[in-house]
């Protein structure tokens, strides 16, 4: 079993930057393909970004490409995703989550293992 536990959202001004932070336990994390997913109230969980467990084949959100970054540190068992250029459509609930695959793609929620209990990320208009 692979815990994840998600830190660094809050409150943001549009156009500023924060950068979420998901520590794994366990020894696997290097095997797992890594992504990002979002959700807001009434809507169902959108996938935001991906990484394969080499930190090769990043995919990403259309509506994030150009602003957010994905990226992930195995010796420290941490994936991070670097949001810049915030917007106020991207207020949402932030969840990280494992794939036990290893390759990244872009993501359905179906398709992932585990997930973290999700952090809040508000940004002001």
């Known amino acids: 079993q692979v815990q994840l536990v998600e830190s660094g959202g809050g409150l943001v001004q549009t156009g500023g930057s924060l950068r979420l932070s998901c520590v794994a336990s366990?020894?696997?994390?290097?095997?797992?393909?890594m992504a990002w997913f979002r959700q807001t109230p009434g809507k169902e969980r959108e996938f935001v970004a991906g990484?394969?467990?080499?930190?090769?084949?990043?995919y990403y959100a259309a509506s994030v490409t150009g602003r957010f970054t994905i990226s992930r540190d195995n010796a420290k068992n941490t994936v991070y995703l670097q949001m810049d250029s915030l917007k106020f459509e991207d207020t949402a609930v932030y969840y990280c989550?494992?794939?036990?695959?290893?390759?990244?793609?872009?993501?359905?929620?179906?398709?992932?293992?585990?997930w973290g209990e999700g952090i809040l990320v508000t940004v002001s208009s």
């Open positions: 989550a494992a794939n036990r695959g290893g390759l990244a793609y872009e993501f359905g929620p179906s398709d992932m293992h585990y």
């Open positions: 366990g020894r696997t994390f290097s095997t797992y393909a």
């Open positions: 990484i394969s467990w080499d930190g090769g084949r990043p």
